[in-house]
């Protein structure tokens, strides 16, 4: 049974960094494109960054470049969100989100607060 747990969320002050974790079983991770999407109150869910298979490649919205880093170890089937200059803004529950084909697999998601 495929499973995806976060971690790593929290209450932090604008300027602050968090990083985020995912944790997956049950599938084999290699195979999948992995994604951080976030949802805040009364907004639709976004994508925030993904990353190919490999980690060769990566991918941002454009308001979190250069403050966001997604990354993946293969060994330990964990991907990452780093969270630098954190903003208001980025307040949401964040969702990890790994895809295959026809699979979709969605964690139960962690929430971040950015307040001072």
């Known amino acids: 049974q495929a499973q995806l747990v976060e971690s790593g969320g929290g209450l932090v002050q604008p300027g602050g960094s968090l990083r985020l974790s995912c944790a997956a079983s049950g599938f084999t991770f290699t195979k999948y494109l992995l994604n951080w999407y976030r949802q805040a109150p009364g907004k639709e869910r976004e994508l925030v960054a993904g990353?190919?298979?490999?980690?060769?490649?990566?991918n941002y919205r454009d308001s979190v470049k250069d403050r966001f880093t997604i990354s993946r170890d293969n060994a330990k089937n964990t991907v990452y969100l780093q969270m630098n200059d954190l903003k208001r803004e980025d307040t949401a529950v964040y969702y990890c989100?790994?895809?295959?084909?026809?699979?979709?697999?969605w964690g139960q998601g962690t929430q971040v607060t950015v307040s001072s």
């Open positions: 990353v190919t298979n490999t980690g060769a490649s990566t």
């Open positions: 989100n790994a895809r295959f084909f026809n699979n979709n697999y």
